[in-house]
């Protein structure tokens, strides 16, 4: 019986969702509580590796049971082990899928949000959670500078150094900028990215916000396919996946 699992996380302490020797993950918290109630190993597959102190509202996964739980059941069988776990994992739903889906290969879209705290104190309550920028952005030049984003393009000035893409041209479907309060809210979808693209392309519209660079210059950076001419990467603090479309 093939499983669909929708999860949410807190990646502070996390060394991402791929299970790694050098600390605790997402994927190897999930594939333990599954063991937990089941005695059975298996592999739990993400829709997407996210990177240490990332987090995570809709990541989805799947895996393999030789095991016919209902939908209620499994959730809630994997949510008391994840509390054993004291894991900072929880699953949302669980549903029977067909064998033929995969929760990466799959998809079709996936979603991110990105927080930015704009004031001039911190948030005990948000620590860990948003990008404090202590001084005040203009959203509004932050805003004109995602129309040069938008669309297919070779974004090699927003790849991170060890990606792994063969590629990097993608095709960016929405970014989108809003003040909501004392938070910046940035909405970012396509159907895959490249390594750090989210984060690096956040920290080089902040610098638009900051007055550093001019909307234009995100176009500049674009066209220069190379790292060194973009700006600063955002946190891993402030980044959420959002949701995985199908």
């Known amino acids: 019986m093939r499983y669909k699992i929708t999860v ?6 996390l ?22 109630f089941s005695h059975q190993r298996t592999d739990v597959f993400g829709a997407g590796r996210t990177d240490a102190g990332v987090h995570a509202l809709g990541q989805v996964a799947h895996f393999d049971l030789d095991m016919d739980l209902s939908e209620f059941k499994m959730r809630e069988s994997l949510n008391a082990l994840l509390r054993e776990l004291q894991a900072p994992v929880a699953v ?3 549903e029977k ?7 990466r290969f799959s ?5 991110y949000i990105y927080r930015i705290l704009n004031r001039r104190g911190p948030s005990p309550l948000r620590t860990n959670r948003v990008w ?3 001084y005040n952005l203009d959203v509004a030049a932050m805003q004109k500078g995602t129309q040069y984003l938008l669309g297919n393009h070779d974004f090699s000035s927003f790849r991170g150094a060890g990606c792994q893409a063969l590629s990097p041209v993608k095709t960016l479907d929405k970014l989108d900028i809003e003040r909501q309060g004392e938070e910046i809210i940035f909405t970012v979808e396509a159907r895959s990215f490249i390594y750090h693209q989210v984060r690096n392309m956040v920290g080089s519209l902040m610098q638009v916000g900051n007055g550093t660079y001019a909307p234009e210059d995100i176009k500049r950076m674009l066209d220069a396919k190379d790292r060194a ?6 946190p891993a603090c402030g980044l959420y996946l959002n949701k995985v479309m199908y």
């Open 8 to 13: 949410e996380y807190d990646g502070t302490n």
């Open 15 to 36: 060394v991402g969702w791929q299970r790694q020797k050098d600390g605790p993950s997402a994927q190897a918290f999930l594939e333990d509580a599954v063991f937990g």
């Open 92 to 94: 949302i739903s669980a």
């Open 97 to 103: 899928v067909t064998d033929d889906f995969h929760a």
């Open 107 to 111: 998809a079709v879209g996936r979603g």
């Open 132 to 134: 404090l920028v202590s």
């Open 229 to 234: 001419a973009a700006g600063i990467s955002a």
